[in-house]
Each structure stands twice: as structure tokens, then as C-alpha cells.
């Protein structure tokens, strides 16, 4: 999973399941300009023991997820992913202004 510049595969969303815990669900995702376009399958994950580390216990299809937890479960799940990599995107574009708007008053170029 690698994205470069907002392109690339990720893991986003969160669904809980209070009966798999500590386990929950992630969905892989391919993102464009950090915006989800194509969802891929979902996996039981729990968090490894260092940041971004994943432990995966498990895969099902998107079928699969609706058949088991409903409209509403998929739709939330759907949901977390896309707040999830838009949030992340604003993020890091907020940063990148940031530093830009540094780097030209440290360099004089920020004209008045």
C-alpha cells in the first residue's frame, strides 16, 4: 500500500464489531488526488505495533460484508473511508500552503 502525492492504494474506513474485538474492519482503496475511486475488498485489521502497521486477520468481499452486517453497516463503512482519505488530503495540503507561505517569508519573497 503506497500513495504518492494523493495516487496510490491505501487501507481507510473503520468498522467495529463489538463481538471481533480488537479487531474491526478496513476497506482497500485506490485514491486519486487523496479521493477514493476504487474500493477494493475489506479486511479485519488490528493495529500493529508500530505506526502505520497493520495485522490482518482476514478477508471479505463487499457481498460478503452487506450480507453479513446489512445496508446500514456498508454505507458507514463507505463513509468512514471517504471522511477518512479527504480528511488526510486536506491535511496535507493545508501543510504544504503552510510551509510554501514560510518558505517565501524566510526567502523575501513575500512581497506586502
Same mark, same amino acid.
Given at each position: 500500500m503506497r500513495r504518492v502525492n494523493g495516487f496510490g492504494t491505501t487501507i481507510a474506513g473503520r468498522f467495529d464489531d463489538p463481538? =471481533?474485538?480488537p479487531w474491526y474492519f478496513k476497506q482497500y482503496v485506490f485514491t486519486a488526488l487523496f479521493v477514493p475511486i476504487l474500493f477494493g475488498a475489506i479486511y479485519a485489521v488490528q493495529? +500493529?505495533?508500530h505506526s502505520n502497521e497493520w495485522r490482518f486477520g +482476514?478477508? @471479505?468481499s463487499g457481498r460478503e460484508f452487506l450480507r453479513a452486517? +446489512?445496508?446500514r453497516a456498508y454505507w458507514m463503512l463507505k463513509g468512514t473511508v @471517504? !471522511?477518512?482519505t479527504v480528511a488526510f488530503g !486536506?491535511? =496535507?495540503l493545508t501543510g504544504m500552503g503552510l510551509l510554501a507561505l514560510l518558505w517565501f517569508w524566510l526567502t523575501g519573497q513575500f512581497r506586502h
Open positions: 463481538a =471481533m474485538s493495529p +500493529g505495533k +482476514g478477508r @471479505v452486517y +446489512g445496508w @471517504v !471522511l477518512e !486536506l491535511f =496535507m
